[in-house]
T-cell receptor
Framework: DTEVTQTPKHLVMGMTNKKSLKCEQHMGHRAMYWYKQKAKKPPELMFV???????INESVPSRFSPECPNSSLLNLHLHALQPEDSALYLC?????????FGPGTRLTVL | DQQVKQNSPSLSVQEGRISILNCDYTNSMFDYFLWYKKYPAEGPTFLIS?????DKNEDGRFTVFLNKSAKHLSLHIVPSQPGDSAVYFC?????????????FGQGTTLQVKP
């Protein structure tokens, strides 16, 4: 089983809204990731959690706030986003260096 | 500075023929390489990987070749099928870097014509 699930599939939010993206994996992977992907571009790493601790923050603005409640779950809390933050947000988990991606959340900020 | 480069933005091949996607890297510390396939509005799907201690890895219709001296890898798809039409990303990492960070190329859009 190499499934990473993400909810919601689509999200439309205003610039003053607070919303959360959720990610779940049951493969026993101890590293989880958030990526942002714009059209026709490669995934851009945002955060890495290793053993439920934040290990990498790629200088992401504070309006994005990650959270890892347990080894299977990863959240991304969103607040006061800008229209340029509209993108596909991908979650991944990894066994060594093979990362397995979820289907993504298509976020539109109005 | 792009450490992983896919110099061909697009590739078109006929169904049944071989597709060859290329990737170059500059960082000699990379020792693990991966290929992902991505359909529009979906997450990337892991295809195949190769460690720097090997020069070839095969999985069904997919074979990855690594030329360390040239810092070049390629993905061969034989035979190509219309369902293979997608964007293909190569990615590189340091296997023992402990960061889990993948460096992606810009992607190559493959179109397989029936």
């Amino acid at each position: 089983d190499t499934e990473v699930t993400q909810t919601p599939k689509h999200l439309v939010m205003g610039m003053t809204n607070k919303k959360s993206l959720k990610c779940e994996q049951h493969m026993g992977h101890r590293a989880m990731y958030w990526y942002k992907q714009k059209a026709k571009k490669p995934p851009e790493l945002m955060f890495v959690y290793s053993y439920e601790k934040l290990s990498i923050n790629e200088s992401v603005p504070s309006r994005f706030s990650p959270e890892c409640p347990n080894s299977s779950l990863l959240n991304l809390h969103l607040h006061a986003l800008q229209p340029e933050d509209s993108a596909l947000y991908l979650c991944a988990s990894s066994r060594r260096n093979e990362q397995f991606f979820g289907p993504g959340t298509r976020l539109t900020v109005l | 500075d792009q450490q992983v480069k896919q110099n061909s933005p697009s590739l078109s091949v006929q169904e049944g023929r071989i597709s060859i996607l290329n990737c170059d890297y500059t960082n000699s510390m990379f020792d693990y390489f991966l290929w992902y396939k991505k359909y529009p509005a979906e997450g990337p799907t892991f295809l195949i990987s190769i460690s720097s201690i090997k020069d070839k890895n095969e999985d069904g219709r997919f074979t990855v070749f690594l030329n360390k001296s040239a810092k070049h890898l390629s993905l061969h798809i034989v035979p190509s099928q219309p369902g293979d039409s997608a964007v293909y990303f190569c990615a590189a990492s340091g296997l023992y870097s402990n960061t889990g960070k993948l460096i992606f190329g810009q992607g190559t859009t493959l179109q397989v014509k029936p």
